[in-house]
């Protein structure tokens, strides 16, 4: 694998599990964030005097408000004068002057990893983690909960329908956690249960190495003394259940041995239909998700519910009011009669996914393009190559520059190394590298014809690409 990294960034501190009983004045920074504006609804519904600040007005600033959150748009000192503990992510800096004040009041100041541990520590909590189907999976297992008359608690850190800004506050009696290994947060959460949907490479700026990463889950998969599940196909993931010793572990895929074991799984108008073989059983059942992939996301919420007990059929029966998750094939409309859709995808493996996914839909009938926004100046300087394969089924990829999500440019790094990598690898294919909004919009235009399906990717702005290209925004 190509890299233009040599040493991983610095870590946020180890938090250790904050004390949550009680009513706390809790002051969360950033609450706008996917990650934080869930834990500011769940801290609010569980009886917390919660306020928060972002730098700008967003949509999810009214959903947060709407459940009791005090929000002020902007950050200023004064708003932390009068609280118990202060909230905040990786994603803050900390010469914030929020973060500052409170210090100097001699206030506690907790990364968000010590508030879900708290958490962790008073509801039992169903951990979902993974390099890829986190958000999904998430859902699907909040969704099917529910339908069985579980009231979950949930934070997921996506933005899913019947679900306020990705929290559920519901009972005390389990809580589903989207747990992210991004930055260590997962390493210090004491989960009762945990579903590792996968283990691919990402985030070596924080682990370093990929060994590394997988040691880490290997750590972190030893420490629950719950339900385990992992993926029985994902070789990594088997390599990681091998080393652990006195861990029962239940499996989900197509592998002949799997516990829950996917079957004739197939592409429908509707979705996707499937079959699941567990305890000497099989049963049938459909979901409204584009993606194969989709369904090993199913099978891993399924092996979890088996575990605890759930009527799998009634579980599954509730799959069909299932609203899927803002971002995972997404359908946005029309072109000259040809599908858009916007997917989150960003790393190999996903895309790839994704792009199967619109080759497969049935509306498809002509050519598909591929928008990839590559994301992270450090993701794509230590990963670049590993792009080169995963848009052989697109007639069309069009490469833009990257979307730095806060992090600093590197010299040498732009989303032309991702396009020289597929150029490199297949020159017989049609990549084309249009680095500005405009030059994407025109080219795509131009492109698209009746029948034909774009796609386009990335945790970046990419997500407004389908209304710019509608509105022939340059």
């Known amino acids: 694998m190509g890299s233009l990294m040599s040493a991983p960034l610095s870590r946020p501190p180890r938090e250790l599990p904050v004390d949550l009983s009680g009513s706390r004045r809790v002051h969360v920074v950033g609450v706008g964030g ?17 306020s928060g600040s972002d730098m700008r007005e967003s949509l999810t600033l009214d959903t947060v408000r709407n459940a009791g959150v005090a929000v002020t748009v902007g950050h200023d000192a004064d708003l932390v004068s009068d609280v118990d503990l202060v909230v905040y992510s990786t994603a803050i800096p900390q010469n914030n002057v929020e973060l500052m004040h409170a210090r100097e009041l001699n206030i506690a100041v907790h990364h968000r990893s010590g508030i879900l541990a708290g958490l962790c520590h008073i509801i039992p909590t169903i951990g979902v983690a993974g390099t890829h189907g986190k958000s999904t999976t998430s859902a699907l297992l909040t969704h099917m909960l529910t339908a069985c008359g579980r009231d979950p608690m949930a934070i997921v850190g996506a933005e899913v329908p019947g679900l306020r800004a990705g929290a559920r506050v519901g009972s005390s009696t389990l809580c589903v956690l989207e747990a992210d290994e991004s930055d260590g947060t997962l390493e210090t959460l004491p989960l009762s249960h945990i579903i590792v949907t996968n283990v691919d490479v990402d985030h070596l700026d924080h682990f370093g190495t990929f060994a590394q990463l997988q040691d880490s889950m290997a750590d972190v998969i030893a420490k629950v003394s719950g339900i385990v599940v992992m993926s029985a196909d994902d070789v990594i993931s088997q390599e990681i259940a091998h080393r652990l010793t006195g861990t029962a572990v239940r499996t989900f895929g ?59 059929a009634e579980a599954i029966d509730a799959l069909g009011s299932f609203g899927g998750v803002i971002r995972r094939f997404t359908e946005r409309g029309h072109l000259n009669r040809a599908l858009l859709v916007d997917d989150y995808a960003h790393l190999p493996a996903e895309i790839d996914a994704a792009v199967q996914a619109m080759r497969s839909h049935p509306e498809v009938t002509g050519r598909v393009v591929a928008v990839f926004q590559p994301n992270r100046y450090h993701r794509i300087a230590e990963m670049y190559a590993s792009y080169a394969d995963c ?20 010299p040498g790094v732009t989303g032309k190394l991702v396009w020289e990598a597929i150029s490199n690898a297949h020159p017989e294919s049609d990549v084309l590298w249009a680095p500005t909004r405009g030059d994407v919009v025109k080219t795509v ?12 990717m990335g945790c970046g702005d990419i997500e407004t690409f389908p209304d710019d290209v509608r509105g022939g925004v340059h």
């Not at 996917?34 to 919660?50: C, D, E, F, N, Q």
């Not at 079959?275 to 459909?286: D, R, T, W």
């Not at 235009?445 to 386009?456: K, M, V």
């Open 391 to 410: 848009f052989v089924h697109a007639d069309l990829t069009v490469i833009t520059d990257i979307y730095a999500s806060g992090t600093t440019p590197i």
């Open 254 to 312: 197509y592998s002949a041995d799997a516990d829950v074991r996917l079957d004739e799984v197939v592409s429908t108008h509707q979705g996707l239909a499937f079959k699941i073989h567990v305890n000497g059983h099989v049963l049938e059942g459909a979901v409204p998700l584009r993606g194969t992939h989709n369904a090993l996301n199913v099978a891993a919420a399924l092996a979890m519910l088996d575990g605890l007990g759930i009527n799998l």
């Open 34 to 50: 996917p990650g934080m504006a869930p834990l500011a609804i769940v801290l609010s519904g569980l009886g917390h005097r919660v």
């Open 445 to 456: 235009a131009d492109y698209l014809q009746p029948g034909d399906g774009c796609i386009s």
